[in-house]
């Protein structure tokens, strides 16, 4: 039951909280309801949880029109003709990961008059996504994506290879936190899923990506 998922969600990020000395209130739960239906998600909604995020333009616009009061993210890999439906419905954009892109959001954006939060997807490892900066080009890109004025960027994000123990997962978070300690101290960072999000709070995560630990029975 998602009831009881969630549940049980909020006491584990509660406990890695505590673990790491952190305030739980201030970890933000993005709930990924990628394949899930409508009414697997009203449920959520009705549970209370205010932050949904697709990984497809198209099933979120969809979404989006049947949960309008919820606020929408995109988390996954975007595509150009994309961006101009993105940046109607979405209120943070974690997954920018090339700088061609970045200019895209920030052209679209200016056409609506929108500053367009986002995050910087980048790559820690080779094996979990075709996706996303290594880190030399977004230290190269950064000067001319912080110059984009449509443009917010307040933070992070990597997705961590699937490894058998979360454990294995702690390398790569504490990568993408130390790439963010250096660049600027105030940024957030996205990290976490559903097999691995314990270990993404310990090593600093700000907001956290759920989505079969929500959903699964
Ligand atoms: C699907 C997805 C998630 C959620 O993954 P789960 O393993 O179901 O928790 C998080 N982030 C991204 C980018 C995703 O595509």
Redesign the pocket.
């Known amino acids: 039951m998602i009831k009881d998922n969630l549940q049980s969600v909020s006491k584990r990020i509660a406990d890695a909280c505590l673990r790491s000395k952190r305030d739980a209130q201030k970890i933000v739960l993005v709930c ?1 309801t ?1 394949g899930q239906t409508i009414t697997k998600i009203q449920e959520v909604v009705d549970l209370g949880l205010k932050y949904f995020a697709e ?1 497809k333009v198209q099933e979120a616009l969809l979404k989006y029109q049947k949960f309008p009061q919820s606020i929408w993210q995109m ?2 890999h975007l595509q150009t003709n994309k961006v101009k439906a993105a940046v109607e419905i979405f209120d943070l954009i ?2 920018v990961d090339s700088l061609e892109l970045a200019k895209e959001i920030n052209k679209q954006a200016a056409k609506i008059n929108k500053i367009q939060n986002v995050l910087l997807e980048v790559k820690t490892s080779w094996e979990a996504t075709k996706f996303g900066f290594n880190v030399q080009d977004l230290i190269k890109a950064l000067l001319e994506i912080k110059a984009l004025s449509n443009l917010c960027v307040q933070g992070l994000m990597t ?1 961590a290879p699937a490894v058998s123990r979360a454990e294995d997962s702690r390398f790569y978070f504490k990568q993408l936190r130390l790439l963010r300690d250096e660049i600027n101290p105030a940024w957030l960072l996205s990290m976490g ?3 691995d999000f314990e270990v993404a709070i310990e090593e600093g995560a700000d907001m956290i ?5 929500i959903f699964d029975d």
């Not at 990506?209 to 630990?213: A, E, I, S, T």
């Open positions: 990924v990628k990984n988390v996954g974690h997954s997705i899923m559903s097999d990506r759920l989505g079969r630990v």
